[in-house]
């Protein structure tokens, strides 16, 4: 014979209430990774102005591209000057 354990739950309650909290935990997780803001490389500059838009040290070169933060590395400017303005969603783009 078993000897009671005075457990209110059996074995398989706990699983399901194990698993349970393992699907509660990894919903959480997929939202929060969904609703996290852009890696710094990925989020475009924001700007209310042309004067907050500075032309990048090296491209976008295309007109109405949108520049964004720490953009790519490099030695040589493909396009030196290019005109970059505040675009109407209030971003940098080359004009």
């Known amino acids: 014979m078993r000897a009671q354990t005075g457990l209110a739950f059996g074995r398989s309650a706990v699983r399901v209430l194990a698993l349970a909290v393992l699907a509660a935990t990894a919903l959480v997780a997929c939202r929060a990774e969904r609703d996290a803001p852009a890696p710094a490389g990925e989020a475009p ?51």
């Open 45 to 95: 500059i924001p700007c209310k102005t042309d004067a907050d838009c500075r032309s990048p040290a090296c491209g976008p070169c295309k007109s109405g591209e949108v520049l964004k933060r720490g953009g790519p590395s490099c030695t040589v400017n493909p396009c030196p000057g290019v005109p970059v303005v505040c675009s109407p969603q209030k971003v940098c783009v080359v004009r």
